[in-house]
């Protein structure tokens, strides 16, 4: 005979309280899922650490591009940008970011082509440069992308950091006139 029988209704224990195993196993997957998301995205927009120094030198032939009259039915665009190291340590690029989806970044050096970086993406490694060597900044620009509505004057950037002390960011400027012909 069970010992809870003759108790009062309003004294006895309920102990009905089920999860479903189901519900469990998917609260997990979640947390998982999450946790995941939070590490991965930190880690993705670290900025990297670069040391500055005053033995590096960098030129760069131009920092401003017009591309004037831009069709808008021509597709893509580009410009290259030269970054040379004219110093005696080697120069470091990084966090490289455009100031709209529109328009991409890609920079190759000795040995190394990154891929194409946007508003949204900073790089994240680190592009070396040795001394005498020239890093090339490609830009392109979709005068599509925005649809109709991106017919116009265009003002677009392309950012980023340097471990030069003097130049510790370059902005580079590219400017046209989008139109449907």
């Given at each position: ?54 033995n ?73 440069v ?36 003097s130049?510790?960011?370059?902005t ?10």
């Amino acid at each position: 005979m069970k010992k809870d029988c003759c108790q009062p209704q309003s004294t006895k224990i309920k102990t009905g309280f089920h999860l479903d195993p189901f519900v469990i196993w998917i609260g997990v997957i979640t947390l998982a899922i999450l946790g995941g998301v939070i590490y991965f995205g930190s880690k993705m927009g670290a900025t990297p650490k670069v040391v500055t120094s005053q033995n590096i030198e960098l030129a760069v032939d131009s920092k401003n591009h017009d591309w004037g009259v831009i069709d808008y039915d021509n597709g893509i665009v580009s410009q290259n940008f030269a970054i040379k190291n004219t110093g005696s340590n080697t120069l470091e690029l990084y966090d490289v970011l455009t100031s709209c989806m529109c328009t991409t970044a890609q920079l190759t050096t000795p040995g190394q082509t990154s891929r194409k970086f946007d508003m949204h993406e900073k790089s994240s490694p680190v592009f070396s440069v040795p001394p005498g060597e020239t890093a090339q900044l490609k830009v392109e620009f979709d005068p599509a992308f925005h649809g109709p509505s991106g017919l116009g004057s265009i003002t677009r950037t392309v950012n980023m950091k340097t471990n030069d002390a003097s130049n510790p960011q370059l902005t580079f400027t590219l400017t046209g006139q989008v139109v449907k012909k």
